[in-house]
């Protein structure tokens, strides 16, 4: 916890002397994983109904894309902390995505002052889409309250396992990450849950970073 908490005032840090010399520049993000979209701009994110792999995919690539590009401004987590707006409650839908889109490609200027670069052109629509994928995927405040205590006793089982069946657990995390809210109206939440839940899919279930997952995440929503 420790280090998360440096890791923030770090980059606080960071943020307000960058902007002080408008050193703003934009850091590339790789893309190569997701399918390609065209060279027309969309309107709308080619990555939300993708489901499955390429979804999962956006949402890893659009998670370092926006700690890299935006975090400084918008919060880390899309969380903002007032320097710009809160970007977690832009409509998962085609108006909301037009003015995503609008934003990053051009960014914004005011009295001939940069108040958000322009991302468009360097780092291309691929990565403005993950990007947009990460955002409207962030669970809505306190969307996670009502599942605390339980994922809590969730956290300890996973942390204690020795072998047996996980199906009914995994069950149980699948079952709750759907109805964990996002404030996009997205329908699918970035939560805790669903990263435990991914933790434990496959051949090879990863308990003990299941459970590590469940601490990191039940910790930083308090
Ligand atoms: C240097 C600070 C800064 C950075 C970096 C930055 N933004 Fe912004 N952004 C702003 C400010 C300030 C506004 C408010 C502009 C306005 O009044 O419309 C804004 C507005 C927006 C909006 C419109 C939000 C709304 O509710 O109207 C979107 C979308 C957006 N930014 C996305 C991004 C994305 C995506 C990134 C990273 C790729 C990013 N921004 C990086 C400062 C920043």
């Known amino acids: 916890m420790l280090k998360v908490s440096l890791a923030a005032i770090g980059l606080v840090g960071f943020a307000t ?3 002080a010399h408008g050193d703003v520049t934009p850091q590339p ?3 190569d994983a997701l399918p ?3 060279d027309e701009w969309l309107t709308e994110n080619p990555y939300r109904s993708a489901g499955g792999e390429v979804w999962s995919t956006a949402l890893e690539i659009g998670s370092s894309g926006y700690s890299q590009n935006c975090a400084r401004c918008h919060g880390l987590g899309v969380v903002s902390g007032g320097i710009a707006p809160d970007l977690r409650y832009l409509e998962a839908e085609e108006e ?3 003015w995503f889109v609008e934003r990053f ?3 914004y200027t005011q009295n001939g002052i940069t108040k958000m670069p322009a991302f468009g052109e360097l780092l291309g629509q691929k990565a403005a889409w993950a990007i947009r994928t990460y955002i409207e995927a962030r669970p809505d405040d306190g969307a996670l309250d009502e599942y605390d ?3 809590k006793e969730i956290r300890d089982q996973l942390a204690a396992w020795q072998d047996g069946d996980i199906k009914a657990l995994l069950a149980e995390l699948t079952d709750i990450s759907s109805k964990i809210e996002t404030g996009s109206g997205s329908p699918i939440a970035d939560s805790v849950a669903l990263q435990a ?3 434990l899919t496959g051949e090879t279930p990863d308990f003990t970073g299941a459970a590590e997952a469940l601490t990191i995440g039940l910790s930083a929503t308090h």
Do not use: I, K, W, Y
């Open 29 to 31: 993000v790789n893309t």
């Open 96 to 98: 909301g995505d037009e």
């Open 149 to 151: 205590t339980r994922l």
């Open 197 to 199: 839940a991914n933790l």
């Open 36 to 38: 390609d979209v065209g």
């Open 17 to 19: 002397f960058a902007m």
């Open 105 to 107: 490609q051009s960014g």
